[in-house]
């Protein structure tokens, strides 16, 4: 019977440690990195500061900058994301929206 109990003990222990290896990995996931680019542009600016900066695939992000430690900003977005307009898509646009216009008349 102690040899049960004892397998019994290891088998909590190990599921213990187990346990608490995923909650640790978990936690450690929801850090993710900074934005460096959000981090920048608040640089010189003060707490509540409004800031913006374009992200990947010409997005506008526009926000404030909020503190992420006792000295550090970050921009944090407080508006919804806007997509920057190229010259080209705008002129395509243009065409495209003269070629439906024609096709209406």
């Known amino acids: 019977m102690t040899s049960k109990t004892n397998l019994e003990s290891a088998f909590f222990v190990l599921f213990a440690v187990f346990s608490l290896s995923l909650t640790a990995g978990n936690s450690h996931a ?3 990195s900074l934005n460096k680019v959000a981090v920048d542009v608040c640089k010189e600016k003060e707490k509540s500061q409004s800031c913006r900066y374009e992200g990947g695939h010409s997005d506008l992000y526009i ?3 909020q503190l992420i430690s006792d000295t550090d900003l ?3 977005r ?3 994301i806007q997509k920057i307009e190229s010259a080209n ?3 395509e646009k243009d065409h495209s929206v003269r070629k439906k216009t024609n ?3």
């Open 30 to 32: 929801h850090s993710g």
């Open 63 to 65: 926000g404030s900058c």
């Open 74 to 76: 970050i921009c944090v």
């Open 78 to 80: 407080n508006k919804p």
């Open 89 to 91: 898509n705008e002129t």
């Open 103 to 105: 096709i209406l008349k």
